[in-house]
């Protein structure tokens, strides 16, 4: 098991990137900051992903409470792309 914090770039970022993954997990979770003023995107690495063309949309918290976490079952992380804006924070747990 490891979990880590993924800064957002304003960018399409893969979720594993910099990161030392053993390969595909048990579960991968995905829970956006409670501090985000926006929302996060979620695609597959390798597929175009912007607020009009992705695969799961993380709503922005409420009140600082941080959304319930996307549960990926079998994922890869090195296969999952990021999309949020500049600074914004999305927490991982990757269970192996």
Request: charged share 10%; proline share 5%.
């Amino acid at each position: 098991m490891q979990h880590f914090t993924v800064t957002l770039t304003g960018s399409a970022q893969v979720l594993g990137a910099g990161k030392s993954i053993q390969g595909k997990a048990k579960s991968v979770l995905i829970q956006a900051d409670g501090a985000n003023a926006n929302l996060v995107f979620i695609g597959a690495v390798g597929t175009t992903l912007d607020s009009s063309d992705y695969g799961y949309r993380i709503e922005i918290p409420a009140a600082t409470i941080p959304s319930q976490p996307l549960i990926l079952p079998l994922a890869d992380p090195m296969k999952i792309q990021v999309l949020g804006t500049n600074t914004q924070k999305v927490h991982v747990l990757v269970i192996y």
